[in-house]
């Protein structure tokens, strides 16, 4: 798994050869396969979820839980205490939502792009042929597995040029 700060294609050893903007190319390309609707309903989804699980942690975690949980303990709560805690809670409706549409998009695209790569593997052993270089002597081209020595033809199946080789893909 990545860090966050860090690009979503570093997660992917099979994409450590190329440069950012050739990645950057390829995650577009990738991110465009499955355009349905599905993907933005899924997002409003997330959102609305998100800020309605906000609304019973607000009340029942912060408002009920932490000024009883003060008041068992003895500490008495002073008025800019108190308003500390009342601007984190009703600042979470802000900030809550988007944290958790970040998360969920970064997931999406990282299974996204993970399809893309099994997609690109070899059909007897699975192996990636991202990057590995395409012999066009015969018919349409095709890619040798390092692992099995299979001739992966791109009229055999919905390999494209672009799928193994980055670069390939216009900016």
């Not at 050893?13 to 499955?34: A, Q, V």
């Amino acid at each position: 798994m990545r860090l966050l700060s860090r690009k979503i294609f570093r997660a992917f050893p099979e994409l450590d050869e190329f440069d950012d903007e050739t990645c950057k190319r390829y995650i577009n390309r990738t991110s465009g396969i499955n355009t349905s609707g599905v993907g933005c309903l899924f997002m409003i989804f997330v959102f609305v979820a998100s800020f309605t699980a906000w609304v019973f942690i607000e009340y029942n975690a912060i408002q009920v839980g932490v000024f009883w949980l003060l008041d068992k303990i003895g500490i008495r709560v002073g008025p800019y205490t108190e308003i500390f805690i009342y601007l984190f809670a009703y600042s979470g409706y802000i900030w809550f939502p988007w944290i958790m549409l970040l998360l969920a998009r970064d997931r999406w695209l990282y299974t996204q792009i993970k399809k893309q790569l099994q997609g690109v593997g070899c059909r007897e052993c699975g192996y990636c042929l991202v990057g590995l270089p395409i012999n066009e002597t015969r018919f349409n081209g095709f890619v040798i597995c390092p692992e099995c020595n299979c001739e992966n033809f791109f009229n055999d199946r919905s390999l494209t040029r672009a799928d193994v080789d980055p670069t390939l893909i216009n900016s």
